[in-house]
């Protein structure tokens, strides 16, 4: 089981934050570290980065032992990390619907990607599914609610999706999906909840809430796995 600490903008521009958002989310338990390339980039922006930064961010997460992903979101995005020769990558719900190929340029990397389909909705997912292809179950609305999880799926894995990318308040709904047998959980991580600079903070897990998410994840999903 995969969790994924989704620092996306929470940095709000600052490399001291990022630098410790790398280090909590290790410190929570999180397998990856997640960062968002190509989206408000430009200078003066927010997400501003360039190949010196994604090299820190690199080294940093290297020291801490933790795997590091970017949503890739715009052609120049993608010819920028590729030097970078990162495990994996991860195509957001607005790349499915605004340029989907881009996103196909992405799978054609052949390095499995995370999916999300917040924004597709076709009965049938985008690609034809593959070993390197993982469909992430999302609602793209920040932050989500109970009312719109009508079409949760009942079974993780028998399905198209294989993970669930969380824009909900608290851990219940990705605890919920590890019951039902997600094998990826993507959450938001901040380290203040009240921050205003974006709205991400507030939708967010702090590190003793995606601890809290991890460990409990952990050990449900060791009973599902024993038909518990």
């Known amino acids: ?108 990397e052949g390095k499995e990607t995370f999916v999300s389909l917040g924004m597709w909705n076709s009965v049938s997912p985008p690609f034809l599914k593959t070993d390197t292809i993982k469909y992430l179950y999302c609602k793209a609305k920040y932050p989500s609610e109970p009312i719109d999880f009508y079409d949760f799926p009942k079974e993780f894995g028998k399905t198209a999706y294989e993970g669930f990318s969380d824009h909900s308040i608290g851990i219940e709904m990705a605890l919920l999906a590890v019951a039902r047998g997600a094998k990826i959980i993507e959450k938001h991580f901040t380290l203040d909840k009240s921050d205003t600079v974006i709205r991400d903070h507030a939708l967010s897990a702090t590190p003793e809430e995606f601890r809290l998410l991890v460990n409990l994840g952990r050990d449900l999903g060791k009973k599902v796995a024993m038909g518990i």
């Open 1 to 108: 089981m995969l969790f994924i600490a989704e620092i996306g903008l929470n940095h709000n521009g600052s490399e001291g934050l990022m630098y410790e958002l790398i280090k909590q989310a290790r410190q929570a338990g999180a397998d990856i570290a997640k960062f968002q390339l190509g989206w408000r980039c430009q200078t003066g922006e927010i997400n501003c980065m360039d190949a010196g930064l994604i090299g820190k961010l690199k080294r940093w997460c290297d020291y801490f032992e933790i795997e590091l992903m970017f949503s890739i979101i715009s052609e120049e995005a993608l010819s920028m990390i590729k030097p970078f020769n990162l495990k994996r990558y991860k195509i957001a719900s607005r790349t499915i619907q605004d340029n989907i190929d881009l996103a196909r340029r992405i799978i054609d």
